[in-house]
């Protein structure tokens, strides 16, 4: 069974960092990219940053590639999500997700393979 799990989550003021978790088990990273999509109040989902196979290339959106990176630990089977410069514009619902292949696609939410649960960030101002 797949699982991931992520975990990290709290709140946080402007400006400070937050690192987030997901552990994942049932699946390697040789096969799979990996990566963090978040969901706003009021917003649609959107993808911020993906690490593609293999430890791979990352692809990022604009708005989050000079403060947020991401990284796996194959030993400890989890990908982080390192979040600087906090805005209030960041608070929202993270997940992450896994797909056979990485890249713009992945960020657009296609060919996801498996979901994780949330975990909440708030943004105080």
């Known amino acids: 069974e797949v699982q991931l799990v992520a975990s990290g989550g709290g709140l946080v003021q402007a400006g400070g960092s937050l690192r987030l978790s997901c552990a994942v088990s049932?699946?390697?990273?040789?096969?799979?990219?990996i990566g963090w999509f978040r969901r706003a109040p009021g917003k649609e989902r959107e993808g911020l940053i993906c690490?593609?196979?293999?430890?791979?290339?990352?692809y990022s959106i604009d708005s989050v590639k000079d403060r947020f990176t991401i990284s796996s630990d194959n030993a400890k089977n989890t990908v982080y999500l390192q979040m600087n410069s906090l805005k209030p514009e960041d608070t929202a619902v993270y997940h992450c997700?896994?797909?056979?292949?990485?890249?713009?696609?992945?960020?657009?939410?296609?060919?996801?393979?498996?979901w994780g649960e949330g975990t909440p960030v708030t943004v105080s101002s």
């Open positions: 997700a896994a797909a056979p292949f990485g890249g713009w696609d992945f960020l657009n939410g296609y060919g996801i393979h498996y």
């Open positions: 690490i593609s196979k293999s430890n791979g290339p990352t």
């Open positions: 049932g699946l390697s990273f040789d096969e799979y990219a």
